[in-house]
């Protein structure tokens, strides 16, 4: 999963995933089941070792949990920067973080799609009316980047029941400075319901679909 913004960009580009690859990360996941990340979240450190990411994560929270597709929910992710895991670390390091977000889905049948990682510059931004990336310092002000010390992550977003294929959908996102070093990397696995039927012949990019945001011309709610 759960800077799980810019979802649409990671989802539109739909690869084959080899079972073999799938065999390999779940083996990799049930090897780490004691580095869960405290909170509502089904979520885990992803494929960096904890000890080596700069951020020591306090909670990730889901809101609510679990994600249900139609719903307007949000992803909480709250830490500090710790000083002995900081060594030159700067603000400008900070403003330049980017966060790679990757993507794969188990479905009802048990087959497997996978998504091309996306990368983008991890900072506050709105992209709509029901989708947003927050940044917070230590005092709940909102930053533009992540600042030295505590910071909250916040993330608003919604998955639409009608374009979803229903599965386990997991989510892994992985922010880096400029020199290489791993802020954070976390993994999400949620199941999704969903009412589309996918058809590989007719089209292979449903996903984008389920996560665009439909905009201000939404009257009367989400579900209609």
């Not at 580009?13 to 979240?41: F, H, M, W, Y």
């Not at 951020?55 to 710790?82: C, H, K, R, V």
């Not at 039927?197 to 009257?219: F, M, Y």
């Amino acid at each position: 999963m759960a800077l799980l913004a810019l979802l649409l960009f990671g989802f539109a580009a739909l690869t084959s995933c080899s079972p073999s690859k799938q065999l390999s990360v779940s083996s990799s996941e049930t090897a780490r089941s004691q580095d869960v990340i405290p909170g509502r979240n089904n979520a885990t450190y992803g494929a960096t070792p904890k000890p080596d990411q700069l951020f020591a994560i306090q909670f990730l929270e889901t809101m609510p949990y679990p994600i249900n597709s139609n719903d307007l929910f949000f992803i909480y992710l709250s830490g500090w920067f710790l000083p002995g895991r900081v060594h030159n670390l700067t603000d400008d390091d900070l403003a330049k973080a980017t966060v790679t977000c990757t993507f794969s889905i188990v479905y009802r049948d048990g087959t497997h799609e996978c998504f091309e990682p996306w990368t983008t510059g991890l900072a506050t931004i709105a992209f709509d009316r029901w989708w947003h990336l927050s940044l917070r310092n230590s005092e709940g002000d909102q930053t533009k980047h992540l600042t030295l010390g505590d910071n909250d992550l916040i993330l608003d977003w919604i998955i639409y029941r009608g374009y979803s294929v229903a599965g386990n959908w997991t989510m892994e996102f992985d922010a880096r400075i400029p020199d290489g070093r791993c802020l954070f990397d976390v993994s999400m696995t949620h199941w999704i319901d969903g009412d589309y039927h996918r058809r590989l012949d007719a089209e292979v990019n449903w996903a984008s679909k389920a996560i665009t945001p439909i905009g201000r011309h939404i009257a009367g709610g989400l579900r209609g």
